[in-house]
């Protein structure tokens, strides 16, 4: 029986944007916030501190409210994603987005309550054994909140964040899905969304690629003055908040937000810049063998053997589940299940959202996955990369509510170590050189988009953020910055590369992460260590992957690491060892093409 390529939201709350179920559904998370709003008044109102009993009633209303405001955000955003066009979800979103706004605020209020607390207070109040599973968030509230604005001028932001900040995100969302190109494939002219075009950097002929890339390119050309606009006034309002808090380095909190230190995010990228000569050898290769002089970016997903790539979406769901299957039995059932009980969109169609993503649904325990499926080995491993995801989130369905939210630097390490399980049962059963060759390439594309296009992305970014504080980036400059930014992080090993990068990577219009580029080298070196254990252990190692990723809400990534591998990541020495792996992978490719 064929495998289903719709999803099915229905069983969530049946009737889509008009489900009487879902308005129910707001309208209790309405009262959920409304009764915390009543705590926080109480709690605001103490001269001191409430004792243990009434923190822990307050953090588990905060967590159930979180619940049920993920599970409405994770609703509309599929709705949006499968019909851009949906006028009722863009005004449930409005709702959703005010509902947060009001969560938010008197979140905000809590923790500058806890920051205000004297420490000697503190100090014997966080051991009160009511409140022993809230210690490591409390503490860090308690510790990141910034004490420099007044609940008004907090209340104020959140206000002005719903039709200022977030509905710029919102705007480049909806533009992006509105945009149509015209393609030749197999010799028909065809009307794509910007999801299949992109799909077509794979595709087998270099005249399709290249065709995809000047079609994509120059319709973000066409549009880079309103794209420069959104970028500007999401960066411009982040900056100003940031300016309020009195925050001078613009990584101050993307780091708090990953639960990481500067001085690991800096043993990380020492490294990446260390290593880049065997990857630019790899490309360099790669391009001979498309015969170019140089790698051009149009075929940097090129396929390097002639073995047939097309894969049926089946085909994909039965791979992936007998892979699945070699790592352990929890990992097998939870994908059986995501597959037979429809939680992926993989439709090839236009009309729908041009990214994939992994939508949570806490409160019935369960996800959704986001794609265009192609029928390239990339569409698997961007399948695989997102039920990575959704296993994160069936991992945390036994953890309490406020510590079920980790960090994105760990959801990158879940995604990525999936991508791993895959190319290692497929690297064991190939029985020839081309094949071999083909999953090394598919190895090391992964490497360089870690090593060298993330780490244009943080450059980039950087230097953007710091251009717009003195006030706004034309799009002429950020083409500039772009180029300049993929130049270095490449090493000068790509040749005419995407200028709009800035345009069409939707990281940078996320408004809830920022940064949201450095949690994936993160977790794709942290990933490697993890699998060097597993394949030490064999299955074994499930229970111990599970109860890492359980305690990924609840500590900090140093922390976590040390806990679960024994190692020191603010050390050089730790991202050397994943280093070396990936390096190994680029040398076997050189040798396999001499």
């Known amino acids: ?126 051991e009160a054994k009511e409140i022993a599973d809230y210690k490591f968030i409390l503490n860090e509230w308690r510790e990141n909140t910034n004490s420099h604005l007044s609940d008004d001028e907090q209340s104020l932001i959140a206000d002005l964040m719903v039709d200022g900040y977030h509905s710029w995100g919102h705007l480049y969302n909806a533009l992006v899905s509105s945009l149509k190109v015209n393609i030749e494939v197999d010799g028909k002219e065809k009307q794509l969304s910007i999801g299949q075009a992109i799909n077509l950097r794979s595709h087998p002929d270099e005249k399709v690629r290249k065709e995809a890339h000047q079609a994509l390119e120059a319709i973000y050309e066409e549009k880079e003055e309103i794209f420069a606009k959104i970028l500007n006034h999401i960066a411009g309002f982040r900056l100003q908040i940031y300016q309020h808090k009195k925050v001078e380095n613009i990584l101050e909190i993307p780091l708090k937000e990953n639960r990481i230190t500067e001085k690991t995010i800096n043993a990380m990228w020492s490294v990446v810049k260390q290593y880049k000569k065997p990857f630019s050898n790899y490309l360099g290769r790669k391009a001979e063998l498309t015969g170019n002089p140089s790698m051009k970016a149009y075929n940097f997903w090129a396929p390097i053997t002639n073995i047939s790539s097309k894969i049926q979406y089946d085909e994909a769901v039965i791979l992936i589940t007998k892979h699945f299957s070699q790592f352990g039995n929890e990992l097998e059932a939870f994908a059986k299940h995501a597959f037979n009980e429809g939680w992926i969109e993989a439709d090839d169609r236009d009309n729908k959202s041009a990214f994939s993503y992994c939508a949570s649904f806490p409160l019935t325990g369960e996800s959704r996955i986001f794609m265009t499926f192609g029928g390239t080995f990339l569409n698997v491993l961007t399948l695989v990369h997102e039920l990575g995801h959704a296993f994160h989130n069936f991992a945390m369905k036994p953890v309490e509510g406020v510590n079920k939210q980790y960090p994105m630097s760990i959801a990158e390490t879940a995604s990525t170590f999936a991508e791993m399980i895959i190319f290692d049962a497929a690297m064991e059963k190939a029985q020839s050189k081309e094949e071999r060759l083909l999953l090394l390439d598919e190895k090391l594309k992964r490497s360089v988009m870690n090593f060298m296009n993330i780490h244009s992305r943080f450059l980039f970014e950087q230097r953007f953020y710091e251009e717009r504080k003195k006030g706004l980036v034309s799009s002429r400059r950020l083409n500039h910055l772009m180029n300049e930014a993929i130049r270095e992080a490449y090493n000068g090993a790509l040749d005419q590369p995407s200028t709009y990068s800035w345009v069409w990577t939707p990281h940078y219009y996320i408004t809830h992460s920022p940064f949201y580029n450095f949690p994936y080298t993160f977790g794709y070196l942290f990933a490697l260590g993890i699998f060097a254990k597993a394949k030490e252990k064999g299955k074994e190692f499930e229970k111990d992957y599970l109860n890492l990723l359980r305690d990924s809400g609840s500590m900090t990534v140093e922390d976590l690491v040390m806990k679960h591998l024994g190692e020191d990541i603010t050390s050089k020495d730790f991202w050397e060892k994943g280093m070396e792996i990936c390096v190994k992978d680029a040398e076997e490719f050189l040798t396999l093409t001499s």
């Open 1 to 126: 029986m064929p495998y289903e390529v719709n999803w099915n939201l229905d069983s969530i709350f049946l009737g889509g944007s008009k489900s009487d179920q879902f308005i129910n559904h707001l309208n209790e998370l309405e009262g959920h916030i409304h009764n915390i709003k009543r705590l926080v008044a109480s709690f605001n109102a103490l001269t001191s501190i409430g004792d243990g009993a009434n923190i822990a009633e307050l953090m588990t209303k905060i967590g159930e409210t979180r619940i049920h405001l993920s599970q409405a955000n994770s609703f509309v955003t599929c709705l949006l994603s499968q019909n851009p066009k949906n006028h009722d979800a863009v005004t449930l979103r409005g709702k959703i987005v005010k509902l947060e706004s009001d969560f938010n605020n008197e979140l905000s209020k809590v923790k500058v309550v806890l920051a205000n607390t004297k420490q000697e207070r503190w100090v014997s109040l966080i």
